[in-house]
């Protein structure tokens, strides 16, 4: 596993591993996140395979801005709209309408695609010079806990690791599906905060 530094010809070389179907660790919000290509069929069997899980729970995905969304979105609503212009960047991670034809482990079936313009600065960094949403699947094996630091990382067939330093103990974010008001798993963004907001808008 080679470590590259946050910066242009690191993110340039991990953006390269990407398109070549390879698995990349990067700095998240809260712990490290493995990214591969998303509308590369190898490239997920990898990735599953790398962390030792099924392909059973859909895959959220880290864009480096809303447009990036349309990508894998086949719909974004004006409720939608809002919250993106509200939380993003942010711990807000949305369920959308998922493009016809995506790969199944993006949806798990669901016909919805997770998807969050994140708060850290590598990973929406990342997102851009690769031209397009990444996976943000957790840096560990299933069943262990996740890497806070590259020194930590412990997933076989990682090709490139950025290096953001070590991460704090920070909330995971809040998967919410703006079309239902549900909030499926409450994180940084308490579920309260977005009811109310749903309610004012």
Known sequence: MKIVPPEDSGLAEAAA??????IVAYPTETVY???VDPFNEAALARLFAAKGRTDANAVLLVIAAPAQAD???SAVDARASRYMASYWPGPLSLLLPAKPGLPAALTAGSGKVCVRCSAQVTARALAAAFG???TSTSA???GFAPARDVASLDVPDVAIAIDGGHLG?????????PATGVVLREG????AELLEFTRAH
């Open 71 to 73: 990508a894998v979105a």
């Open 140 to 142: 560990n094996r299933s």
């Open 169 to 177: 103990d920070g909330a995971t974010s809040t998967v919410f599906d």
């Open 17 to 22: 591993v990407l398109r070549d179907g390879g």
């Open 132 to 134: 397009g949403p990444i």
């Open 33 to 35: 996140g493995l990214a």
């Open 188 to 191: 940084a963004i308490p579920a």
